[in-house]
């Protein structure tokens, strides 16, 4: 007899909705992180410096940062159906101002309007594979692997739209997405989805915020947000401003480190639970540190490739790890992955912005040394969670 599997078990809306669902994540994957290898295009177009270039990828994750609340609030007005339409949208609206004007401040409306196209995708499909799935863990490592295979993608899609369009090939690039996420904005439309917002039951207050192991972990989950952000976003700039490499091989490198993340995150989801979640976190926040040495010690491109493949296998497994470092208090505390988010996003925001600043002031290279810091102090957290282990101290707050 054949193993029934969480999509077998669906009926035919059911089967629409996670159908739809996983191609909208695809091309949530694509326009995320095509960010970075779009920057210096857009940058060099525009004449922006490198301060307003690391504004606009903070703006994007400003964006992505806030859409945890208008997408918590606006379906209690609108319903979650029309709610997502429109916040899907501001994708199109995002990538339009980008092809059309050079304007500092509309731009940076448009990253923070992709940023919030993006969380409110990302919070409404995880919810709804929850939902339609029955919260099979099945359904949502496939739902985060068809993100990461967008990701993979996004850089190639600049590289061959630029050699169809040469200078203009950015903008090739942003209309496929316009056009793609249209289509998604269409099979959000046709949803058949309950339109009632369900509220947990449970506690709601803040007392998890005398936990000392919570703080420890917010604090990884800070400096782990702060450097994947700005690695995704500045790497590419990085390497064509320095001269190491031309801007098509750079792109490619970007695709590389998502696929180390994709096969990284395979990995865990296989053998995750047979690690230590400490041993876990230490070989992987050690060896994100130690790679992104490589990366910054040469100019080796046959060096750089595999400190690219390193830093996307280490990096795949410490947010997932983090997080279940403090799943009791996340279970028992509603309010508490909010405020995680919260804090783990600023330092998405911030760090950007910083690079850029130092990368004015004192060059790329200095810029990106910054994130060696924000990776070592990451490091130091996961070592103090590890004594806090051995002293007895556990995820809970009495």
């Given at each position: ?25 695809f ?10 290898s779009?920057?210096?295009l ?14 606009l ?69 995880n919810t ?87 703080w ?24 064509v ?22 096969a ?18 230490l ?5 994100t ?23 996307g ?8 790890t ?7 208090t ?69």
């Amino acid at each position: 007899m054949q193993r029934e599997n969480f999509y077998t078990r669906l009926d035919k809306r059911e089967k629409f909705i996670l159908n739809a669902v996983f191609y909208v994540f695809f091309v949530n994957g694509i326009f995320a992180m095509v960010m970075g290898s779009l920057l210096p295009l857009i940058s060099s177009e525009y004449g922006l410096s490198d301060t307003l270039s690391g504004s606009l990828i903070s703006a994007h994750s400003l964006g992505n940062l806030a859409s945890g609340f208008i997408a918590g609030i606006l379906p209690l007005y609108l319903g979650r159906k029309r709610s997502i339409v429109m916040l899907s949208s501001f994708v199109v609206i995002g990538f339009t101002l980008m092809i059309v004007t050079g304007s500092p401040l509309l731009l940076l409306v448009a990253f923070l309007f992709t940023g919030i196209s993006r969380g409110s995708v990302s919070n409404f499909n995880n919810t709804m594979v929850n939902e339609v799935s029955d919260s099979s863990p099945s359904a949502l490592s496939f739902l985060h692997s068809v993100f990461a295979v967008g990701a993979i993608i996004a850089p190639i899609l600049v590289i061959f739209s630029t050699k169809i369009a040469g200078d203009n090939g950015w903008r090739l690039s942003a209309m496929i997405i316009i056009v793609l996420t249209s289509i998604s904005v269409i099979f959000f439309s046709r949803m058949d989805m309950k339109e009632k917002v369900q509220v947990k039951e449970g506690k709601k207050g803040y007392e998890f915020l005398k936990s000392r192991v919570f703080w420890v972990h917010a604090g990884i989950l800070f400096f782990y947000l702060a450097g994947e952000a700005t690695i995704n976003g500045w790497i590419v700039k990085y390497f064509v401003d320095a001269d190491i490499m031309t801007i098509g091989y750079a792109q490619g490198l970007a695709s590389m480190l998502w696929m180390a993340i994709l096969a990284g995150r395979l990995a865990v989801s296989f053998y995750g639970d047979r690690i230590k979640k400490e041993t876990l976190l230490l070989v992987t926040t050690t060896g994100t540190v130690l790679f992104y040495f490589l990366l910054l010690s040469t100019t080796n491109v046959t060096l750089i490739t595999i400190a690219i493949f390193g830093i996307g296998l280490s990096m795949a497994g410490i947010y997932p790890t983090t997080v279940s470092k403090v799943g009791r208090t996340i279970k028992d505390f509603p309010m508490a992955m909010g405020v995680l988010l919260l804090l783990g996003g600023i330092g998405a925001i911030v760090m950007p912005i910083l690079t850029g600043a130092l990368s004015d002031a004192f060059g790329i290279y200095a810029g990106m040394s910054a994130i060696v810091v924000v990776l070592i102090m990451m490091m130091v957290l996961v070592v103090l969670s590890i004594l806090q282990g051995k002293k007895g101290e556990v995820d809970s707050v009495s």
